[in-house]
């Protein structure tokens, strides 16, 4: 692929993804300024949980694949002794995929281990306080390390439209590489949503969380 034309698709993401980082302040915002923005917070949150949602038919899509990938290896190696690269490959990816695109809904649903001792004792406002801690100082800061340190060598991977190192493998690495960034960014978003609920929640702009759902996130912050 032509360098000029991937640096210059590098360079809009990148102006964009500048555009976008006031949006990161807006949970701080509806803190400050509590019913002034909560429409304009609600919308994002809206949009956000759609696109995590789409990204999560893909990862279950992905899921299905890597289920008949992997009967595929293991009948073809076992009942007739072939193997073959790019059939193990599409498992790799599929698992890769299946992962990275569906991290933001486990994200959205509670469904990541929250390894945290303290957040199950907290009542409601604590609980969303530590939302705000932890996606301000670890989780935006994480996802954009992971953006920046990926960037030269995805740039590298699509002007060479870099392939398998395998003769009989797939020849899409350089897709598969793209998955790391769109996981940074997916987390990113959704983690922005999570930080509007909370402080929507701070403000009273929403309801508490559903019990069932602080009962599920107790068991996991053991």
Same mark, same amino acid.
């Given at each position: 692929m032509d360098p000029q034309l991937v640096s210059a698709f590098g360079t809009f993401f990148k102006w964009a993804g500048f555009a976008l980082l006031p949006l990161f302040a807006l949970p701080l915002l509806a803190l400050a300024l509590p019913g002034l923005l909560d429409g304009i917070a609600k919308?994002?949150?809206? %949009?956000?949980?759609? %696109?995590?949602?789409?990204?999560?038919?893909?990862?279950?899509?992905?899921?299905? %694949?890597?289920?008949f990938a992997q009967l595929a290896v293991v009948v073809l190696r076992y009942a007739f002794g072939l193997s073959f690269t790019w059939l193990s490959e599409i498992v790799m990816y599929a698992f890769a995929a299946m992962f990275?695109?569906?991290?933001?809904?486990?994200?959205?649903?509670?469904?990541?281990v929250r390894v945290d001792i303290l957040r199950p004792r907290f009542g409601e406002a604590g609980r969303n306080w530590i939302e705000l801690a932890g996606a301000y100082l670890l989780l935006f800061p994480i996802? %954009?390390?992971i953006i920046t340190t990926s960037e030269?060598?995805?740039s590298r991977s699509w002007m060479l439209l870099e392939g398998s190192r395998e003769s009989d493998g797939l020849p899409i690495l350089f897709l598969f590489k793209s998955l790391v960034p769109v996981f940074a960014v997916l987390l990113m978003a959704q983690g922005l949503s999570e930080s509007l609920k909370a402080a929507l929640r701070l403000t009273g702009a929403l309801p508490p969380a559903e019990p069932a759902a602080d009962a599920e996130a107790s068991g996991h912050g053991a």
């Amino acid at each position: 692929m032509d360098p000029q034309l991937v640096s210059a698709f590098g360079t809009f993401f990148k102006w964009a993804g500048f555009a976008l980082l006031p949006l990161f302040a807006l949970p701080l915002l509806a803190l400050a300024l509590p019913g002034l923005l909560d429409g304009i917070a609600k919308r994002i949150i809206a %949009v956000i949980d759609k %696109v995590t949602g789409t990204a999560l038919g893909a990862a279950m899509f992905a899921g299905a %694949v890597l289920i008949f990938a992997q009967l595929a290896v293991v009948v073809l190696r076992y009942a007739f002794g072939l193997s073959f690269t790019w059939l193990s490959e599409i498992v790799m990816y599929a698992f890769a995929a299946m992962f990275m695109l569906g991290a933001a809904a486990a994200l959205r649903d509670g469904a990541h281990v929250r390894v945290d001792i303290l957040r199950p004792r907290f009542g409601e406002a604590g609980r969303n306080w530590i939302e705000l801690a932890g996606a301000y100082l670890l989780l935006f800061p994480i996802c %954009v390390r992971i953006i920046t340190t990926s960037e030269a060598g995805l740039s590298r991977s699509w002007m060479l439209l870099e392939g398998s190192r395998e003769s009989d493998g797939l020849p899409i690495l350089f897709l598969f590489k793209s998955l790391v960034p769109v996981f940074a960014v997916l987390l990113m978003a959704q983690g922005l949503s999570e930080s509007l609920k909370a402080a929507l929640r701070l403000t009273g702009a929403l309801p508490p969380a559903e019990p069932a759902a602080d009962a599920e996130a107790s068991g996991h912050g053991a």
